[in-house]
């Protein structure tokens, strides 16, 4: 890349890579004591692993990854099919068995010069550098089934032209249907646009904001009809205006909005990058910049290390969650409104919250029952000697929310071991132990162990 190019646009570097087909199967089982599997086992597992105390897992799939970063034109997709069994066993003469069955993923991307477009059923995340040790993003993290979805945009940061590099920006709209079945509203559909800016470029400090809106509307609610889902409703909830034919949208905005921000620093070498990230977000206006609203006190702190240099410690990450204040206490209150009371993932219309199958989209150590939350978290990875692993603790004390208060507390451990046996026909054997321990899920030790295969279809 010349020094002083105009337009540094990765397109203009040389093309090496090759196009591949590759599959994949991976088994798993997990087993535990107590009501539920330990939560770090089924937290950010894309809805994969199962809350149950005991179940398992069967997936199938073929991957076409993106192999040609530096071309203006590149392309991947993915057929990924998964069964899964799960149940208790509160006591041996009836045990209570589930199965399913689902697409982990289906989806194709392609991208045009420096234009992405993605369809189908792929993870959205938006958040930490180190997705693999952080406690989820805020807005969407790993925690759920990803949605079923279209979107255009700037995935990869861009150079923006004439400014050398040193200016960088992305940016893009989707539009999601969360399929799953709500007792009391369904079809919902997803909105969400994002933008974002970098500056440094090539230089070793650099500092980026993201500003991301989402919004869940229309759909059909068994209590108020149709919500509004023609191209006006849309609109409506694209500008987050007033709508719809309910009292509460009316006065407000149509659909349930979240407004969401990230700032971070990074600070790079040869091999190596620290990243310090400040995360926020907002369930109502006015929408201030990050650390300037009522609720600047609330928000995920998060700091990561990664290098590729010494294999033993590969990554540590440490954060420090805290959405204890909400504006305070109260909403409104003898005639005055105070614009407290946020009550994150909540919504008077689309009751079952910022979820999806059950799950929360964004942090898993929050629930709409249990919004208020502070929480340390820690992850460190490697590689000893082709022995990968993964270790985390996180320690949450919860407040419930401020409408019914409820205090618990727990403390989550993992630890996870992965090892490639190529005598083994190359497979691929992992062995994760975890536990909970506190008032909040009760004490809870498992254990779960996976086998997963990859291999080579083909290459042109």
């Known amino acids: 890349m010349q020094a002083w190019d105009w337009w540094p646009l990765p397109m203009a570097q040389p093309d090496i890579c090759r196009d591949s087909l590759f599959y994949v199967g991976e088994l798993s089982s997990l087993s535990s004591s107590g009501t539920q599997a330990p939560s770090l086992f089924w937290h950010n597992s894309d809805g994969n692993i199962s809350a149950m105390p005991h179940s398992g897992n069967i997936s199938l799939g073929i991957i076409k990854p993106a192999t040609r970063p530096n071309r203006w034109f590149d392309y991947d997709f993915g057929v990924v099919l998964a069964g899964r069994i799960d ?7 009836q045990p209570q068995i589930n199965g399913t069955g689902y697409f982990r993923e289906l989806y194709a991307h392609v991208r045009l010069y420096i234009v992405d477009i993605t369809a189908g059923i792929h993870p959205i995340y938006f958040g930490a550098s180190d997705p693999k040790l952080s406690s989820g993003s805020l807005l969407f993290s ?36 969360l399929s799953d079945k709500s007792e009391v509203v369904s079809g919902t559909l997803l909105h969400h646009k994002f933008i974002g800016g970098r500056i440094g470029g090539k230089l070793p400090v650099n500092i980026s904001y993201e500003f991301h809106h989402t919004a869940q509307w229309g759909g059909y609610s068994t209590d108020l009809g149709d919500l509004g889902n023609n191209f006006d409703a849309f609109v409506k909830t694209f500008m987050v205006r007033s709508g719809g034919n309910t009292y509460v949208e009316q006065i407000n905005a149509q659909g349930n909005h979240i407004a969401f921000q ?55 990450t440490y954060e420090f ?14 005639g005055c409104v105070y614009g407290g009371n946020d009550e994150y993932y909540r919504n008077a219309i ?23 939350v ?19 603790v996180t320690y949450a004390d919860n407040y419930g929310r401020y409408i019914e208060p409820k205090r618990s507390n727990n403390t989550a451990v993992l630890l996870e071991i992965k090892k490639q046996v190529p005598q083994a026909w190359g497979l691929e054997f992992g062995i994760c132990l975890g ?4 008032t909040q899920y009760g004490n809870t030790f498992g254990a779960m162990i996976t086998i997963q295969k990859k291999g080579l279809i083909t290459q042109w």
């Open 374 to 392: 502070m929480a340390h978290h820690v992850g460190i990875r490697g590689d000893i000697y082709g022995y990968q692993y993964r270790a985390i």
């Open 321 to 334: 969650l805290n959405t204890t204040d909400q504006s305070g206490p109260y909403h409104d209150k003898d």
């Open 435 to 438: 536990g909970d321990f506190g």
């Open 262 to 316: 990230q700032l971070a620093l990074d600070v790079k070498g040869a091999g190596w990058k620290v990243s310090a990230y400040w995360q926020v977000i907002n369930e109502d206006g006015p929408i201030r910049f990050i650390g300037c609203g009522m609720n600047n006190t609330d928000g995920l702190w998060g700091i990561s290390a990664i290098q590729d240099k010494w294999p033993f410690i590969q990554g540590i």
């Open 87 to 93: 149940g208790t066993q509160q006591n041996i003469a």
């Open 350 to 372: 689309y009751q079952q919250g910022w979820t999806y199958f059950d799950r929360i989209i964004g942090s898993p150590l929050l629930t709409t029952d249990n919004n208020r």
């Open 142 to 177: 790993n925690n759920a089934h990803p949605i079923p979805r279209i979107s255009i945009g700037f995935e990869r940061w861009t150079p923006f032209p004439g400014l050398f590099g040193y200016l960088e920006i992305k940016g893009g709209l989707t539009h999601g249907w």
